[in-house]
């Protein structure tokens, strides 16, 4: 249990589908990420954010939005993906952003058909 | 631009210590080692990290070179639980927002 929870764990959804992961933080922390991990490829940060406020988009596609209603929350929205999306979507938080000790959630097992 | 090397892969028998290299020779004095692991299908787990001199938690010990080009991390009595890829990364002591950048790791295979 590392205090950052996400859920659905696994996730099938076709390309015309409107579906949101979610993460939540027991921690306290006041920085949080979303992170992409495609099959034999390394980490891709896709956002971060900073009490709230988004600090960071690394050119995600809009198909991909992110909603942070507090600093224990933490939403990634989809619509409309394509099968080259499907991954492991992996949230993380950190007691400030660019916190090099980042504890991360179990991870949603995304697939797109 | 890889800042570290690892070995891709490694086994060890369970119950003994299980010893991950790694390389980072062009380190700069502000930087830090930190180890993490991901066991599989999970989200990586921050094992340790350390500046120049030795650390130990209850997870692991870390053993710095002197001249701080390479270090070892030290899994005293593995269990098949550790099996997981461990990655060595440099980060400065100012972070940043641009998040955790892993390498390939090693992979640790922990053998009954």
């Known amino acids: 249990e590392t205090g950052v929870t996400q859920t659905p764990r696994h996730l099938v959804m076709g390309m015309t589908n409107k579906k949101s992961l979610k993460c939540e933080q027991h921690?306290?922390?006041?920085?949080m990420y979303w992170y992409k991990q495609s099959a034999k490829k390394p980490l891709e940060l896709m956002f971060v954010y900073n009490f709230k406020e988004q600090t960071e988009n690394n050119s995600v596609p809009s198909r991909f939005s992110p909603e942070c209603p507090n600093s224990s929350h933490l939403f990634l929205h989809l619509h409309t993906l394509q099968p080259e999306d499907s991954a492991l979507y992996l949230c993380?938080?950190?007691?400030?952003?660019?916190?090099?000790?980042?504890?991360f959630g179990a991870g949603t097992r995304l697939s797109v058909l | 631009d890889a800042k570290t090397t690892q070995p891709p892969s490694m086994d060890c028998a369970e119950g003994r210590a299980a010893n991950l290299p790694c390389n980072h020779s062009t380190i700069s004095g502000n930087e830090y080692v930190y180890w993490y692991r991901q066991i599989h299908s999970q989200g990586p787990q921050y094992i340790i990290h350390?500046?120049?001199n030795n650390e130990t938690n209850e997870m692991a010990s870390l053993i710095i070179t002197e001249d701080r080009k390479s270090s070892t991390l030290i899994l005293p009595h593995a269990t098949l639980r550790d099996t997981a890829v461990y990655y060595c990364?440099?980060?400065?002591?100012?972070?940043?927002?641009?998040?955790?950048?892993f390498g390939k790791g090693t992979h640790l295979i922990i053998q009954p």
């Open positions: 990364i440099v980060l400065d002591s100012g972070g940043g927002a641009d998040g955790l950048t």
């Open positions: 921690l306290g922390h006041n920085a």
């Open positions: 350390g500046l120049k």
């Open positions: 993380a938080s950190s007691q400030r952003v660019g916190g090099n000790i980042q504890y």
